[in-house]
């Protein structure tokens, strides 16, 4: 998958509308996060969110300028939370430093942990996560990398989908962005879990290759026929239309 490389020793990343702290979260500012931000489902609906392993808070961040820029309505309200303690602080500082400050919070805590302080009756109209996926792969020696990146820390596609099928609303759903190669376990747990798809995006680096990331969406209600999208993000070296158009509200450059 790209990657976002002028981030390389940045303490800061600037979007359009607001500015991230890139410097004590495991997981810096990462192009998949970006993906979904900007081309996951936002319900008009939706008014209560959570985004879990959240990092740096980017995708909350998005989630909240999306939600003010097509919904009048001032009741709403994000939380995030990240296993990793320096995370869940830095999500904080960027959300209190955003324009939607009051609308969003973070918490240090792990899925099941945040689950069990919940009271029994809450529900959340839109989850969402760039979760870790390497499953089989070699630990870097930085262990909080690890976290972040390694199912082995607890927070897998099957835990935010057993989660989701308590937690969300009768007609919320939950976007998730993995390797395209997890799309048919996805999918089949997701419909153990009494949930659907009923959106998905495969993204490609460029024309020729297969693609390497998925972006799905689950809901409760039964869908026969999945909108299916492919993006694909760079051709001769250059940025596609298609890519500039997704994340222009969000890049810089865009």
Same mark, same amino acid.
């Given at each position: 998958?790209?990657?976002?490389?002028?981030?390389?020793?940045?303490?800061? =990343?600037?979007?359009?509308?607001?500015?991230?702290?890139?410097?004590?979260?495991?997981?810096? #500012?990462?192009? %998949?996060? #970006?993906?979904?931000?900007?081309?996951?489902?936002?319900?008009?609906?939706?008014?209560?969110?959570?985004?879990?392993?959240?990092?740096?808070?980017?995708?909350?961040?998005?989630?909240?300028?999306?939600?003010?820029?097509?919904?009048?309505?001032?009741?709403?309200?994000? %939380?995030?939370?990240?296993?990793?303690?320096?995370?869940? /602080?830095?999500?904080?500082?960027?959300?209190?430093?955003?324009?939607?400050?009051?609308?969003?919070?973070?918490?240090?805590?792990?899925?099941?942990?945040?689950?069990?302080?919940? %009271?029994?009756? #809450?529900?959340?109209?839109?989850?969402?996560?760039?979760?870790?996926?390497?499953? %089989?792969?070699?630990?870097?020696?930085?262990?909080?990398?690890?976290?972040?990146?390694?199912?082995?820390?607890?927070?897998?596609?099957?835990?935010?989908?057993?989660?989701?099928?308590?937690?969300?609303?009768?007609? @919320?759903?939950?976007?998730?962005?993995?390797?395209?190669?997890?799309?048919?376990?996805?999918? $089949?747990?997701?419909?153990?879990?009494?949930?659907?798809?009923?959106?998905?995006?495969?993204? $490609?680096?460029?024309?020729?290759?297969?693609?390497? $990331?998925? #972006?799905?969406?689950?809901?409760?209600?039964?869908?026969?026929?999945?909108?299916?999208?492919?993006?694909?993000?760079?051709?001769? @070296?250059?940025?596609?239309?298609?890519?500039?158009?997704?994340? $222009?509200? =969000?890049?810089?450059? /865009?």
């Amino acid at each position: 998958m790209a990657s976002l490389s002028n981030l390389i020793g940045m303490s800061e =990343f600037k979007f359009k509308r607001f500015t991230v702290v890139n410097e004590r979260s495991a997981m810096k #500012v990462n192009t %998949d996060g #970006v993906l979904l931000g900007a081309s996951m489902t936002i319900a008009p609906t939706s008014r209560r969110m959570l985004d879990v392993g959240t990092g740096t808070g980017t995708i909350a961040l998005m989630a909240a300028q999306r939600m003010a820029d097509s919904v009048t309505c001032p009741i709403l309200k994000i %939380d995030a939370i990240d296993i990793d303690e320096a995370s869940a /602080a830095e999500a904080a500082q960027n959300f209190d430093n955003s324009p939607w400050a009051e609308l969003m919070s973070a918490s240090h805590a792990s899925l099941k942990e945040y689950d069990a302080s919940l %009271d029994p009756e #809450v529900r959340y109209d839109h989850i969402f996560s760039n979760p870790p996926y390497f499953e %089989d792969s070699l630990q870097a020696p930085d262990q909080r990398r690890n976290d972040s990146r390694h199912t082995s820390t607890g927070l897998s596609y099957r835990e935010l989908l057993e989660f989701a099928k308590v937690r969300l609303s009768s007609d @919320g759903h939950i976007s998730i962005v993995l390797p395209s190669d997890a799309e048919n376990g996805l999918t $089949r747990y997701a419909r153990m879990c009494g949930l659907y798809l009923f959106r998905i995006m495969r993204i $490609r680096t460029v024309p020729r290759k297969m693609p390497s $990331r998925i #972006v799905a969406e689950f809901s409760f209600r039964r869908c026969d026929n999945p909108s299916e999208e492919l993006l694909t993000i760079q051709n001769e @070296g250059r940025y596609t239309q298609e890519y500039l158009a997704l994340t $222009r509200d =969000f890049y810089l450059f /865009a």
